[in-house]
T-cell receptor
Framework: GAVVSQHPSWVICKSGTSVKIECRSL??????MFWYRQFPKQSLMLMAT?????????EQGVEKDKFLINHASLTLSTLTVTSAHPEDSSFYIC????????????FGPGTRLTVL | AQSVTQLGSHVSVSEGALVLLRCNYS??????LFWYVQYPNQGLQLLLK??????LVKGINGFEAEFKKSETSFHLTKPSAHMSDAAEYFC?????????FGKGTRLHILP
């Protein structure tokens, strides 16, 4: 149980284009989803927290207009990187918690974004 | 704000030897503590978590961790390392509805 998927697993795009990453909870309803960014050989940096049907809460220093987060249902959250630049290249990981166990986050496999 | 410190960004042990990955936390109240493992190009997998029940927590893949309040530590151990244990390990502490991660320790297993 508690499986989280991400799609795509990797994506390459041109500078200036937008990229959408999906995060799905496959076997539970995710009351809260989190988006992280991980640079090579570094820890995870929390970007934002989203609750279903509400606006996402962004961490300090994260541009909300650049990283659009939508949490339209209890099983799906999307992260859209708008007008991507090479410095946005990174590993993006989502996680989700369920109402039954809000202290434990279940992580997706991550999405590798490369902006050319 | 809560934080965790992982001592040693890289740890190397021989196959079959004891694995010890160190983690210290800063918290004025009993925290929830976690250990996650990350294999290359993958997400994080929960190894174990401490939620103020038993101080010795057993996790998956033979790992366990002991919560020591007096030392504010939550070190991860495994009696006998296996080649498949080579990965990045993250200690984490919960803060309200967020998880704060340590910087990670890369575990290398020597044949």
């Amino acid at each position: 149980g508690a499986v989280v998927s991400q799609h795509p697993s990797w994506v390459i795009c041109k500078s200036g284009t937008s990229v959408k990453i999906e995060c799905r909870s496959l076997d539970f309803q995710a009351t809260t989803m989190f988006w992280y960014r991980q640079f090579p050989k570094q820890s995870l940096m929390l970007m934002a927290t989203s609750n279903e049907g509400s606006k996402a809460t962004y961490e300090q220093g994260v541009e909300k207009d650049k990283f659009l987060i939508n949490h339209a249902s209890l099983t799906l959250s999307t992260l859209t990187v708008t007008s991507a630049h090479p410095e946005d290249s990174s590993f993006y990981i989502c996680s989700a918690t369920s109402g039954a166990s809000t202290d434990t986050q279940y992580f997706g496999p991550g999405t590798r974004l490369t902006v050319l | 704000a809560q934080s965790v410190t992982q001592l040693g960004s890289h740890v190397s042990v021989s196959e079959g030897a004891l694995v010890l990955l160190r983690c210290n936390y800063s918290s004025s109240v009993p925290p929830y503590l976690f250990w996650y493992v990350q294999y290359p190009n993958q997400g994080l997998q929960l190894l174990l978590k401490y939620t103020s029940a038993a101080t010795l927590v057993k996790g998956i893949n033979g790992f366990e961790a002991e919560f020591k309040k007096s030392e504010t530590s939550f070190h991860l151990t495994k009696p006998s390392a296996h080649m498949s244990d080579a990965a990045e390990y993250f200690c984490a502490v919960s803060e309200r509805d967020k998880i704060i991660f340590g910087k990670g320790t890369r575990l290398h297993i020597l044949p």
